[in-house]
Protein backbone atom coordinates (compact mmCIF):
# COMPACT_ATOMS: atom_id res chain seq x y z
CA UNK A 1 0.00 0.00 0.00
CA UNK A 2 2.67 2.36 0.73
CA UNK A 3 4.54 2.01 -2.29
CA UNK A 4 0.95 2.36 -4.41
CA UNK A 5 0.84 5.86 -2.62
CA UNK A 6 4.33 6.96 -3.33
CA UNK A 7 3.77 6.11 -6.90
CA UNK A 8 0.61 8.30 -7.08
CA UNK A 9 2.33 11.00 -5.43
CA UNK A 10 5.53 11.23 -7.83
CA UNK A 11 2.91 10.55 -10.93
CA UNK A 12 1.69 13.78 -10.40
CA UNK A 13 4.02 16.42 -11.82
CA UNK A 14 3.41 19.43 -9.48
CA UNK A 15 4.79 16.99 -6.61
CA UNK A 16 7.81 15.91 -8.67
CA UNK A 17 9.28 19.03 -9.45
CA UNK A 18 8.54 20.15 -5.94
CA UNK A 19 10.52 17.38 -4.41
CA UNK A 20 13.08 18.01 -7.13
CA UNK A 21 13.62 21.58 -6.08
CA UNK A 22 12.84 20.52 -2.60
CA UNK A 23 15.62 17.83 -2.46
CA UNK A 24 18.16 20.62 -3.61
CA UNK A 25 17.27 22.37 -1.20
CA UNK A 26 17.34 20.18 1.82
CA UNK A 27 20.69 19.21 0.89
CA UNK A 28 21.78 22.89 1.21
CA UNK A 29 19.89 23.01 4.14
CA UNK A 30 21.36 19.97 5.71
CA UNK A 31 25.12 21.24 4.68
CA UNK A 32 23.99 24.69 5.97
CA UNK A 33 22.50 23.49 9.53
CA UNK A 34 25.87 20.78 9.23
CA UNK A 35 28.48 24.35 9.39
CA UNK A 36 26.19 26.56 11.22
CA UNK A 37 28.42 25.56 14.60
CA UNK A 38 31.65 25.71 12.92
CA UNK A 39 30.81 29.28 11.73
CA UNK A 40 29.46 30.79 15.15
CA UNK A 41 32.38 29.00 16.75
CA UNK A 42 34.93 31.19 14.46
CA UNK A 43 32.67 34.32 14.32
CA UNK A 44 31.50 36.21 17.70
CA UNK A 45 28.12 37.90 17.88
CA UNK A 46 29.47 41.39 17.35
CA UNK A 47 30.55 40.03 14.13
CA UNK A 48 27.03 38.37 12.93
CA UNK A 49 26.02 41.87 13.84
CA UNK A 50 27.77 43.11 11.13
CA UNK A 51 26.98 40.47 8.84
CA UNK A 52 23.12 41.06 9.72
CA UNK A 53 23.36 44.66 8.90
CA UNK A 54 24.97 43.94 5.80
CA UNK A 55 22.53 41.06 4.89
CA UNK A 56 19.69 43.81 5.84
CA UNK A 57 20.97 46.48 3.38
CA UNK A 58 21.54 44.22 0.49
CA UNK A 59 18.11 42.26 1.28
CA UNK A 60 16.13 45.94 0.69
CA UNK A 61 18.26 47.52 -2.25
CA UNK A 62 18.13 44.11 -4.35
CA UNK A 63 14.59 43.92 -4.74
CA UNK A 64 14.56 47.08 -6.79
CA UNK A 65 17.61 45.70 -9.60
CA UNK A 66 15.48 45.19 -12.53
CA UNK A 67 12.18 46.37 -11.16
CA UNK A 68 10.92 42.97 -10.62
CA UNK A 69 10.53 42.91 -14.95
CA UNK A 70 12.23 39.23 -14.85
CA UNK A 71 9.07 38.31 -12.39
CA UNK A 72 7.30 38.55 -15.88
CA UNK A 73 9.64 36.18 -18.06
CA UNK A 74 7.80 32.63 -16.77
CA UNK A 75 4.13 34.46 -17.96
CA UNK A 76 5.39 35.78 -21.26
CA UNK A 77 3.21 34.82 -24.33
CA UNK A 78 6.23 32.98 -26.06
CA UNK A 79 10.04 33.09 -26.09
CA UNK A 80 10.56 36.00 -28.23
CA UNK A 81 9.06 38.16 -25.45
CA UNK A 82 10.60 36.30 -22.69
CA UNK A 83 14.07 37.04 -24.40
CA UNK A 84 13.23 40.69 -24.60
CA UNK A 85 12.15 40.82 -21.18
CA UNK A 86 15.06 38.66 -19.66
CA UNK A 87 17.82 41.55 -21.51
CA UNK A 88 15.52 44.77 -20.42
CA UNK A 89 15.50 43.45 -17.06
CA UNK A 90 19.78 42.96 -17.55
CA UNK A 91 19.96 46.60 -19.06
CA UNK A 92 17.71 47.51 -15.91
CA UNK A 93 20.05 45.51 -13.35
CA UNK A 94 23.11 47.15 -15.10
CA UNK A 95 21.96 50.76 -15.03
CA UNK A 96 20.53 50.69 -10.99
CA UNK A 97 24.28 49.02 -10.40
CA UNK A 98 26.20 52.24 -11.87
CA UNK A 99 23.49 54.28 -9.92
CA UNK A 100 24.46 52.67 -6.75
CA UNK A 101 27.79 53.13 -7.06
CA UNK A 102 27.64 56.37 -7.48
CA UNK A 103 25.42 57.02 -4.21
CA UNK A 104 27.81 54.60 -2.43
CA UNK A 105 30.59 56.81 -3.46
CA UNK A 106 29.02 59.88 -2.80
CA UNK A 107 26.51 59.77 0.25
CA UNK A 108 27.70 56.10 1.49
CA UNK A 109 28.55 57.28 5.30
CA UNK A 110 25.42 59.41 5.82
CA UNK A 111 23.05 56.99 4.40
CA UNK A 112 24.94 54.23 6.92
CA UNK A 113 24.65 56.36 9.40
CA UNK A 114 20.96 57.21 9.27
CA UNK A 115 20.49 53.19 9.23
CA UNK A 116 22.82 52.63 12.63
CA UNK A 117 24.96 50.85 10.11
CA UNK A 118 28.95 52.71 10.69
CA UNK A 119 29.92 49.13 10.93
CA UNK A 120 29.74 48.12 7.03
CA UNK A 121 31.56 51.53 5.77
CA UNK A 122 34.71 49.57 5.50
CA UNK A 123 32.93 46.83 3.34
CA UNK A 124 30.55 49.51 1.44
CA UNK A 125 31.49 48.50 -1.91
CA UNK A 126 31.03 44.72 -1.27
CA UNK A 127 27.41 46.33 -1.13
CA UNK A 128 27.48 46.63 -4.64
CA UNK A 129 29.13 43.34 -5.68
CA UNK A 130 26.14 41.41 -3.93
CA UNK A 131 23.80 43.80 -5.49
CA UNK A 132 24.69 42.74 -9.19
CA UNK A 133 25.15 39.16 -8.53
CA UNK A 134 21.77 38.44 -6.89
CA UNK A 135 19.99 40.46 -9.52
CA UNK A 136 21.28 38.13 -12.49
CA UNK A 137 20.83 35.66 -10.43
CA UNK A 138 17.42 36.13 -10.20
CA UNK A 139 17.00 36.55 -13.64
CA UNK A 140 18.06 33.24 -14.62
CA UNK A 141 16.45 31.48 -12.33
CA UNK A 142 13.46 33.21 -13.92
CA UNK A 143 14.04 32.39 -17.39
CA UNK A 144 15.10 28.74 -15.60
CA UNK A 145 11.27 28.31 -14.28
CA UNK A 146 9.76 29.82 -17.59
CA UNK A 147 11.85 26.74 -19.04
CA UNK A 148 10.58 24.26 -16.10
CA UNK A 149 14.29 23.60 -15.68
CA UNK A 150 13.83 22.68 -11.97
CA UNK A 151 16.83 20.28 -11.90
CA UNK A 152 18.90 23.19 -12.96
CA UNK A 153 17.36 25.48 -9.81
CA UNK A 154 18.29 22.47 -7.29
CA UNK A 155 21.93 22.36 -7.97
CA UNK A 156 22.29 25.75 -7.54
CA UNK A 157 20.56 25.46 -4.10
CA UNK A 158 23.32 23.36 -2.76
CA UNK A 159 26.07 24.87 -4.59
CA UNK A 160 25.13 28.17 -2.93
CA UNK A 161 25.01 26.41 0.39
CA UNK A 162 28.33 24.84 -0.37
CA UNK A 163 30.28 27.75 -1.55
CA UNK A 164 28.77 30.06 0.93
CA UNK A 165 29.28 28.66 4.23
CA UNK A 166 32.45 26.78 2.95
CA UNK A 167 33.55 30.34 2.25
CA UNK A 168 32.76 31.65 6.02
CA UNK A 169 34.82 29.03 7.29
CA UNK A 170 38.13 29.20 5.49
CA UNK A 171 38.32 33.29 5.59
CA UNK A 172 37.45 32.82 9.39
CA UNK A 173 40.34 30.40 9.90
CA UNK A 174 42.23 33.31 7.76
CA UNK A 175 41.26 35.23 10.23
CA UNK A 176 39.60 37.67 7.73
CA UNK A 177 37.00 39.14 10.61
CA UNK A 178 33.71 40.46 9.61
CA UNK A 179 34.41 40.62 6.02
CA UNK A 180 34.84 37.18 6.00
CA UNK A 181 31.14 36.60 6.77
CA UNK A 182 30.25 39.33 4.29
CA UNK A 183 32.60 37.73 1.42
CA UNK A 184 31.12 34.43 2.06
CA UNK A 185 27.04 35.76 1.47
CA UNK A 186 28.34 37.18 -2.13
CA UNK A 187 29.73 34.04 -3.11
CA UNK A 188 26.49 32.02 -1.73
CA UNK A 189 24.63 34.56 -3.53
CA UNK A 190 26.27 34.34 -6.77
CA UNK A 191 26.76 30.54 -6.68
CA UNK A 192 24.79 28.47 -9.67
CA UNK A 193 25.03 31.49 -11.94
CA UNK A 194 27.28 29.80 -13.67
CA UNK A 195 24.92 26.56 -14.27
CA UNK A 196 22.17 28.61 -15.16
CA UNK A 197 23.93 30.12 -17.74
CA UNK A 198 24.95 27.43 -19.15
CA UNK A 199 21.79 25.72 -19.11
CA UNK A 200 20.24 29.14 -21.27
CA UNK A 201 23.15 29.22 -23.38
CA UNK A 202 21.73 26.46 -25.59
CA UNK A 203 18.99 27.99 -27.04
CA UNK A 204 20.96 31.47 -27.04
CA UNK A 205 22.04 31.98 -30.61
CA UNK A 206 18.61 31.55 -31.37
CA UNK A 207 16.77 33.59 -28.88
CA UNK A 208 19.13 36.25 -29.87
CA UNK A 209 17.83 36.65 -32.82
CA UNK A 210 14.08 37.97 -31.75
CA UNK A 211 15.93 40.73 -29.74
CA UNK A 212 15.80 44.04 -30.98
CA UNK A 213 14.61 47.92 -29.69
CA UNK A 214 11.19 48.16 -30.30
CA UNK A 215 10.53 45.10 -28.50
CA UNK A 216 12.42 45.84 -25.83
CA UNK A 217 10.09 48.79 -25.28
CA UNK A 218 6.71 47.13 -26.15
CA UNK A 219 7.94 44.64 -23.09
CA UNK A 220 8.51 47.78 -21.14
CA UNK A 221 4.99 49.18 -21.59
CA UNK A 222 3.25 45.88 -21.99
CA UNK A 223 4.50 44.46 -18.32
CA UNK A 224 4.76 47.82 -16.53
CA UNK A 225 2.18 46.69 -13.65
CA UNK A 226 5.41 44.64 -12.39
CA UNK A 227 7.42 47.79 -11.56
CA UNK A 228 4.42 49.97 -10.63
CA UNK A 229 3.54 47.37 -8.28
CA UNK A 230 5.76 44.18 -7.85
CA UNK A 231 8.37 46.10 -7.40
CA UNK A 232 7.73 48.66 -4.80
CA UNK A 233 5.73 45.50 -3.31
CA UNK A 234 8.79 43.32 -2.91
CA UNK A 235 10.68 46.34 -1.59
CA UNK A 236 8.07 46.85 0.86
CA UNK A 237 8.05 43.10 1.81
CA UNK A 238 11.88 43.06 2.49
CA UNK A 239 11.76 46.54 4.43
CA UNK A 240 9.37 45.17 6.39
CA UNK A 241 11.24 41.93 7.17
CA UNK A 242 14.47 43.94 7.77
CA UNK A 243 13.17 46.87 9.57
CA UNK A 244 13.75 45.02 12.87
CA UNK A 245 17.42 44.72 12.33
CA UNK A 246 17.80 48.44 12.48
CA UNK A 247 15.43 49.31 15.67
CA UNK A 248 17.69 46.65 17.14
CA UNK A 249 20.55 48.21 16.19
CA UNK A 250 19.41 51.61 17.48
CA UNK A 251 17.75 50.54 20.65
CA UNK A 252 19.59 47.69 21.94
CA UNK A 253 22.99 46.74 21.70
CA UNK A 254 25.36 44.61 18.84
CA UNK A 255 25.19 41.70 20.45
CA UNK A 256 21.23 41.81 19.86
CA UNK A 257 21.49 42.37 16.44
CA UNK A 258 23.78 39.37 16.09
CA UNK A 259 21.39 37.40 18.55
CA UNK A 260 18.65 38.13 16.24
CA UNK A 261 20.34 37.52 13.32
CA UNK A 262 21.57 34.01 13.54
CA UNK A 263 17.83 32.94 15.06
CA UNK A 264 16.27 34.64 12.05
CA UNK A 265 18.72 32.43 9.86
CA UNK A 266 18.10 29.30 11.38
CA UNK A 267 14.57 29.66 11.99
CA UNK A 268 13.47 30.29 8.26
CA UNK A 269 16.24 28.40 7.38
CA UNK A 270 14.22 25.07 7.18
CA UNK A 271 11.11 26.78 5.97
CA UNK A 272 12.12 28.92 4.04
CA UNK A 273 14.05 26.87 1.41
CA UNK A 274 11.32 24.07 1.08
CA UNK A 275 8.99 27.47 1.10
CA UNK A 276 11.04 29.51 -1.73
CA UNK A 277 11.20 25.53 -3.54
CA UNK A 278 7.52 25.50 -3.46
CA UNK A 279 7.00 28.77 -4.38
CA UNK A 280 8.90 28.64 -7.60
CA UNK A 281 7.25 25.76 -8.29
CA UNK A 282 3.70 26.80 -7.76
CA UNK A 283 4.43 29.79 -9.90
CA UNK A 284 5.87 28.15 -12.83
CA UNK A 285 2.89 25.67 -12.63
CA UNK A 286 0.08 28.38 -12.10
CA UNK A 287 1.89 30.67 -14.60
CA UNK A 288 1.88 28.10 -17.52
CA UNK A 289 -1.98 26.84 -16.75
CA UNK A 290 -2.43 30.99 -16.87
CA UNK A 291 -5.61 33.15 -15.99
CA UNK A 292 -8.19 31.10 -17.69
CA UNK A 293 -7.84 27.94 -15.29
CA UNK A 294 -8.29 30.66 -12.37
CA UNK A 295 -10.89 26.87 -10.43
CA UNK A 296 -7.51 25.06 -11.42
CA UNK A 297 -5.09 27.24 -9.44
CA UNK A 298 -7.62 27.65 -6.61
CA UNK A 299 -7.70 23.67 -6.37
CA UNK A 300 -4.10 23.77 -6.53
CA UNK A 301 -3.40 25.95 -3.92
CA UNK A 302 -6.09 24.75 -1.34
CA UNK A 303 -4.02 21.37 -1.41
CA UNK A 304 -0.61 23.01 -1.06
CA UNK A 305 -2.12 25.12 2.38
CA UNK A 306 -3.02 21.82 3.58
CA UNK A 307 0.53 20.21 3.19
CA UNK A 308 2.36 22.99 3.78
CA UNK A 309 0.46 23.97 7.22
CA UNK A 310 1.45 19.61 8.36
CA UNK A 311 4.95 19.81 7.18
CA UNK A 312 5.94 23.11 8.77
CA UNK A 313 4.08 22.17 12.08
CA UNK A 314 6.68 20.00 13.63
CA UNK A 315 9.88 22.30 13.07
CA UNK A 316 7.41 24.95 14.65
CA UNK A 317 6.74 23.37 17.80
CA UNK A 318 10.49 22.25 18.46
CA UNK A 319 11.60 26.05 18.13
CA UNK A 320 9.00 26.98 20.48
CA UNK A 321 9.65 24.56 23.44
CA UNK A 322 13.17 23.52 22.75
CA UNK A 323 14.80 26.88 20.94
CA UNK A 324 17.27 27.71 23.74
CA UNK A 325 18.61 24.62 24.65
CA UNK A 326 18.66 23.48 21.07
CA UNK A 327 20.95 26.71 20.46
CA UNK A 328 23.10 26.03 23.13
CA UNK A 329 23.73 22.47 22.33
CA UNK A 330 24.72 23.37 18.55
CA UNK A 331 26.41 26.56 18.39
CA UNK A 332 27.68 27.23 21.81
CA UNK A 333 27.32 28.41 25.00
CA UNK A 334 27.41 32.20 23.49
CA UNK A 335 24.22 31.81 21.63
CA UNK A 336 21.03 30.85 24.43
CA UNK A 337 19.79 34.24 24.02
CA UNK A 338 19.82 33.77 20.18
CA UNK A 339 17.72 30.48 20.64
CA UNK A 340 15.05 32.65 22.21
CA UNK A 341 14.50 34.97 19.79
CA UNK A 342 14.31 31.71 17.36
CA UNK A 343 11.44 30.80 20.21
CA UNK A 344 9.25 33.37 19.07
CA UNK A 345 10.25 33.92 15.87
CA UNK A 346 8.91 30.52 15.34
CA UNK A 347 5.09 32.03 14.73
CA UNK A 348 6.23 34.06 11.90
CA UNK A 349 8.54 31.43 10.43
CA UNK A 350 5.49 29.05 10.00
CA UNK A 351 3.07 31.69 8.87
CA UNK A 352 5.19 32.66 6.38
CA UNK A 353 5.65 29.35 5.20
CA UNK A 354 2.39 28.12 4.94
CA UNK A 355 0.23 31.53 3.17
CA UNK A 356 3.07 33.14 1.21
CA UNK A 357 4.21 30.65 -1.63
CA UNK A 358 0.10 30.87 -2.36
CA UNK A 359 0.59 35.16 -2.66
CA UNK A 360 2.19 34.41 -6.34
CA UNK A 361 -1.45 34.46 -7.66
CA UNK A 362 -1.07 38.08 -7.61
CA UNK A 363 1.45 38.04 -10.01
CA UNK A 364 -0.23 35.57 -12.33
CA UNK A 365 -3.18 37.65 -12.58
CA UNK A 366 -1.72 40.81 -12.35
CA UNK A 367 -3.82 41.65 -9.35
CA UNK A 368 0.30 43.45 -7.57
CA UNK A 369 -1.90 46.52 -6.75
CA UNK A 370 -3.95 44.48 -3.92
CA UNK A 371 -0.83 42.67 -1.98
CA UNK A 372 0.77 46.20 -2.16
CA UNK A 373 -1.83 47.99 -0.28
CA UNK A 374 -1.79 44.86 2.35
CA UNK A 375 2.42 45.54 2.65
CA UNK A 376 1.88 48.99 2.88
CA UNK A 377 -0.39 48.60 5.68
CA UNK A 378 2.38 45.70 7.15
CA UNK A 379 5.20 48.02 7.14
CA UNK A 380 3.12 50.88 9.48
CA UNK A 381 2.52 47.72 11.81
CA UNK A 382 6.23 47.41 12.25
CA UNK A 383 7.13 50.84 12.71
CA UNK A 384 4.33 50.88 15.03
CA UNK A 385 5.73 47.49 17.11
CA UNK A 386 8.96 48.71 17.78
CA UNK A 387 8.34 52.75 18.25
CA UNK A 388 6.10 51.40 21.11
CA UNK A 389 8.36 48.78 21.92
CA UNK A 390 10.96 51.86 22.89
CA UNK A 391 8.75 53.76 24.01
CA UNK A 392 7.26 51.11 26.96
CA UNK A 393 11.04 50.08 27.43
CA UNK A 394 10.10 46.48 26.91
CA UNK A 395 12.81 44.27 26.56
CA UNK A 396 14.53 42.93 22.85
CA UNK A 397 12.35 39.72 23.51
CA UNK A 398 9.59 41.15 24.25
CA UNK A 399 9.44 43.54 21.04
CA UNK A 400 10.32 40.40 18.62
CA UNK A 401 7.65 38.16 19.95
CA UNK A 402 4.71 40.94 18.92
CA UNK A 403 6.71 41.95 16.33
CA UNK A 404 6.20 38.10 15.19
CA UNK A 405 2.30 37.37 16.18
CA UNK A 406 1.81 40.51 14.21
CA UNK A 407 3.30 39.51 10.90
CA UNK A 408 1.27 36.21 11.55
CA UNK A 409 -1.80 37.91 11.40
CA UNK A 410 -0.34 39.80 8.08
CA UNK A 411 0.47 36.78 6.60
CA UNK A 412 -2.74 34.86 7.25
CA UNK A 413 -4.73 38.19 6.09
CA UNK A 414 -2.13 37.90 2.80
CA UNK A 415 -3.57 34.35 2.06
CA UNK A 416 -7.14 35.30 2.42
CA UNK A 417 -6.50 38.21 -0.24
CA UNK A 418 -4.73 36.13 -2.91
CA UNK A 419 -8.16 33.50 -2.12
CA UNK A 420 -10.40 36.30 -2.89
CA UNK A 421 -8.54 37.08 -5.99
CA UNK A 422 -9.05 33.75 -7.27
CA UNK A 423 -12.70 33.44 -6.80
CA UNK A 424 -13.15 36.97 -8.38
CA UNK A 425 -11.62 35.16 -11.14
CA UNK A 426 -13.08 32.32 -11.32
CA UNK A 427 -16.20 33.78 -11.33
CA UNK A 428 -15.31 35.71 -14.21
CA UNK A 429 -14.30 32.39 -16.25
CA UNK A 430 -18.06 31.31 -15.59
CA UNK A 431 -19.02 34.02 -17.96
Known amino acids: ?124 YF ?25 GIA ?49 RRSLLKNIDLLSIWWCAKRYVRFPKYSAPTLFIISLTSQLPVFFLSAFYNPETVGYYGLALTITFLPMGIIGKSVEDVFYGEVASL ?49 GVFASVLAIYAYTHFIFHPISMVFFVFEEQHLQLYLNITKIVLVIIVFYMANILDLSAVLAILIFSITMGCAEFCKYLLAQYVINKHTSQNKY
Not at 55 to 77: K, V
Not at 173 to 200: K, T, V
Open 1 to 124: MKDIKLKRIFKNRFAKNVFMIAGGAAFAQVISLLLSPVITRIYSPEEFSTLTLFISILGIICLLGTLSYESAIPIAANDNKAINLLLLSLIILCLITFLLTVTIFLFSDFLLLLLNATDLVNYK
Open 127 to 151: IVIGFFMTGLYAILTEWALRKKNYK
Open 155 to 203: RTKYSQSIIGNGGKIAFGFMGFGPIGLILGQILGQSAGIINLYISFSKE
Open 290 to 338: GKSNAIAIKKISRGLLKKLSIIGAIPMIILILLGPELFVIVFGDNWYNG
